[in-house]
């Protein structure tokens, strides 16, 4: 009887210190790529394609909302994916405040406003990252890729579109002179025999 309690006992602290080391090993695992992200080679963003013009400079420089984003957004040319996942909340907040201050006429239209929405979803991506385990460093990067790119469409769609009023506003007024050769033909003079030929 003895016999069996004291093998029950040994199999019992068997079973209790493999589960602490498959936690063990959990939290390693865990810390490992804590680590790798935090400690990884930064990879190259690519810079922003696009970057406003004057004209697209001067159509946003009462959008306090957009200015905020682009400052903002400086802080993932540099950073590590670590870095990126701790900044991702406040970016996603950035991102819904700059959809709901959206108060310009000329910018109240569905390709600006998918812009917007793009950059926002992807900024929620990127904080729902924060919440998984086990993401990589490179899907961190990627993600951090496509906002930048999103914003850079943004601006080129800024831009188009400043460009776009610089140039109704540069022909609006302008007239140009109808020239009308002598030798036409009009309704009210048919032409003759001579002119067809």
């Not at 019992?12 to 790529?33: E, G, P």
């Not at 990126?84 to 700059?98: D, F, G, I, R, Y």
């Not at 929620?124 to 990067?141: A, G, K």
Request: proline share 4%; with cysteine.
């Amino acid at each position: 009887m003895n016999y069996l309690k004291i093998v029950y006992f040994f199999v019992f602290i068997l079973a209790l210190n493999s589960c602490k080391k498959n936690d063990n090993n959990q939290v390693n695992r865990n810390s490992i790529l804590t680590d790798s992200i935090a400690e990884t080679d930064k990879k190259t963003i690519r810079a922003i394609g696009e970057t406003l013009s004057p004209e697209g400079k001067e159509t946003i420089k009462d959008w306090k909302e957009y200015q905020q984003l682009d400052d903002f957004l400086d802080n993932f040319y540099s950073s590590s994916p670590n870095e990126a996942l701790n900044l991702s909340k406040e970016l996603s907040h950035t991102t819904k405040q700059l959809i709901d201050s959206l108060k310009i006429d000329r910018f109240k239209q569905p390709d600006v406003s998918i812009r917007l929405n793009v950059i926002h979803n992807y900024a929620l991506r990127l904080t729902d990252m924060s919440t998984i385990p086990n993401i990589s460093p490179s899907e961190v990067q990627d993600e951090t890729q496509n906002i930048l790119d999103a914003f850079s469409s943004l601006n080129k769609k800024i831009n188009n579109l400043a460009k776009q009023e610089k140039l109704e506003k540069e022909l609006k007024g302008f007239t140009a002179p109808i020239l009308i050769e002598e030798d036409s033909i009009s309704i009210n003079n048919p032409p003759t025999q001579q002119q067809i030929k």
